[in-house]
């Protein structure tokens, strides 16, 4: 299955669209810097288009891992190859993240 660049730039905005929602509107300074985010996956997006691969396995492999790293880069709360239940268990993503904020606040106060 191939995917077309335009869908590839369709999902990717839609999955920051919900990013932005999840962090919600009302904070002073959003937890992530979404102009170099968007200047990243735009490179990220030209490399994909002028890369040549052996193989569709090899592209979407090539695909997921640098949407991995990205996320990593930019999400607080990440661990590669795991769910946060699995990475602490018995706390949910979003608790993980308030617990990384009210650090980050106790770090900064």
């Known amino acids: 299955m191939k995917i077309s ?12 669209e919900k990013l932005h929602e999840f962090h919600g509107e009302e904070t002073e300074t959003p937890p992530l810097d979404f102009t170099n985010l968007l200047m990243e996956l735009g490179q990220i997006l030209k490399t994909w288009e002028e890369k040549e691969y052996p ?4 592209r979407y492999r090539s695909y997921y891992e640098d949407v ?7 999400d607080p709360c990440a661990h590669p190859g795991q769910q946060c239940e699995e990475a ?9 993240l308030e ?11």
Do not use: M
């Not at 869908?7 to 990717?12: A, D, G, S, T």
């Not at 991995?68 to 930019?74: A, F, P, Q, T, W």
């Not at 602490?88 to 979003?94: A, C, I, K, S, V």
């Not at 617990?99 to 106060?109: A, C, H, N, P, T």
């Open 5 to 16: 660049t335009e869908r590839l730039k369709q999902i990717i905005k839609e999955e920051v």
């Open 55 to 58: 193989s569709d396995e090899d």
């Open 68 to 74: 991995e790293s990205l996320v990593g880069k930019y």
């Open 88 to 96: 602490h268990e018995g706390q949910t993503h979003e608790e993980c």
């Open 99 to 109: 617990d990384k904020r009210e650090s980050e606040d106790e770090d900064l106060g």
